[in-house]
């Protein structure tokens, strides 16, 4: 029997429209993923920021020998902390990925969703014929479907702004340290040698 060029058509235009739901389920994916991993990276990286900051506003050369590890040590279970859902972390899963896509979308009818489905009844025509006129209708919907940048939702996390304060701390460290930040950045070291005085003086 002669193929259908109607129906070859309609086939090529539901393939199409899943191509583009599969590289959209694939940014789904990784927009997930770094929502979930940013927020305790983010705050891990604040901890050392704040560490460093301190010890290049010259911190550390005061501290005494027991103060320099318990600084460190304190630093190190801080950061600890802070990436412990990093251990719980997994991989979002397809369902997911189509529901951000819908998501995003403001498809209220689940266009991602629904394209992802299969007929139950291949064999029965009436079936076939409105699942046909079903999946046209998606195809054409799934050319408005969309994933948002990723948006990991800081601000709600962290109302104070403390990571941005240790960046800001960190660059004035970087300031007042000028040419001796390497001298005072080795003075948080836990075994460090006590600064020099021509350290001291710097």
């Given amino acids: 029997m002669a193929d259908d060029p109607a129906r070859s058509v309609q ?35 604040a901890i050392l920021a704040a560490f460093v900051a301190l010890a290049l506003l010259g911190a550390f050369d005061l501290a005494g020998g027991a103060a320099r590890p318990a600084a460190a040590l304190a630093c190190l279970a801080a950061m600890a902390f ?8 997994r991989a979002p899963g397809r369902a ?25 009844n291949p064999d029965d025509p009436l079936a076939r014929a409105l699942w046909d006129a079903h999946r046209k209708r998606l195809a054409a919907q799934a050319a408005t479907l969309t994933v948002a940048a990723p948006a990991p939702g800081l601000a709600k996390r962290d109302p ?25 950045l080795a003075s948080a070291m836990p075994f460090a040698a006590p600064p020099t005085d021509a350290a001291q003086a710097a």
């Fill in 82 to 89: 802070a990436l412990r859902p990093l251990l719980r972390l």
């Fill in 11 to 45: 086939e090529d235009g539901q393939a199409g429209a899943r191509g583009r739901v599969e590289r959209l389920a694939s940014r789904a994916r990784l927009a997930l993923g770094w929502e979930r991993a940013w927020p305790p990276l983010a705050f891990a990286l």
């Fill in 160 to 184: 104070f702004a403390l990571r941005a304060a240790a960046v800001i701390a960190l660059a004035l460290g970087l300031f007042v340290a000028g040419d001796s930040w390497r001298e005072r």
């Fill in 96 to 120: 997911e990925a189509l529901a951000r896509i819908d998501r995003d979308s403001g498809s209220t009818h689940g266009t991602a969703v629904a394209l992802d489905d299969d007929l139950a």
